[in-house]
């Protein structure tokens, strides 16, 4: 079985342990949580803590911010895989704009799971080593409880970062039009509770290219999810079907001319949502999710050639 180094944030909004169990059922893990302390000094922890000999694949999911300090270290872990979810931010106007591919560039042998189809694409066509794994959601805490939805429509989230600004202009304008309850919650049960109280949830991942988290997880609550379309390739690669088993609007006139169709239909609204529920149990649960991480990092990485007065290694070692 192939043995893994899984390195992960101590601190993190978003809970993902059962995407780390997931990962655990399908290869040998020893998975280390990093403080923000730790992850601030990488060369330290490793020369303190880790031989590197004891595995075939070092996975670093970690603040990219961080990371990107310390690449000269970095670029000496032989068999490393970079899991990012944020990658998107590389072609958005942004503050990392264009720092993925910067910092990738200085790791040649490693290997980047992404979780968005096209900017996985994006990627590979810079000629970086990239593999597509999507976004999920925690099939233990999320799913439909079966209960009356009391919210029409609604958003759950953060509008604050600049990476959501046309995200927070689109719902503003869409709350001077409908009854929108735009909120947050605490992780765990809070989100659970609410996320059912939700008839069609509105999802506006506008202008990232990918699909956020919120989508599966509003799907595998039973919503009728109302995203912003990402476009085909991305829907294909995702299974995402417009009025099958989601909703996809470009604008606000969209939006509202669907909603209206599944106001009047609630037969067809109640068809989207068991739909949809279905394809995130399926395919998108953290379970599966980490299945399919495992299983993307089996081929052989490219040679890994260590930085000049370093012992060349090779990166694959034939498990």
Known sequence: MIKVLFLVQKEQRVILDRLYEGVAE???????WLSSAEQDNLKGYFKKNINLQDYNRV????????????????????????LEHDAYQNYIPCKYTGKFSNYYKKLPSA???SSGAVVTQRLQEEGFDAVFVPKGYDQKLLRNLEQ???IELGFIGSTKSAAYSQR???LEVLSDKESLLATRTKSGDEYLQTLNRIRFFVSADIGMGEYMIKNFEAMACGCVLFAYDQGQEENNALGFVDMENMVLYKTLDEFRSKLAVLRKDSDLADKIAANGQTLAESRYSFKEIGKRIVESMRAPLREYRAPTGLQKVKSYFGF
Do not use: C, G, W, Y
């Open 111 to 113: 290997r980047v799971i």
């Open 26 to 32: 399908n290869a040998s893990t020893d998975l280390r």
């Open 148 to 150: 009356p939805r009391d």
């Open 168 to 170: 927070r202009e689109f």
């Open 59 to 82: 996975v670093l999911f970690l603040r990219f911010k961080k990371e990107l300090r310390q690449v000269n270290f970095i670029r000496t872990i032989p068999n490393l895989i970079i």
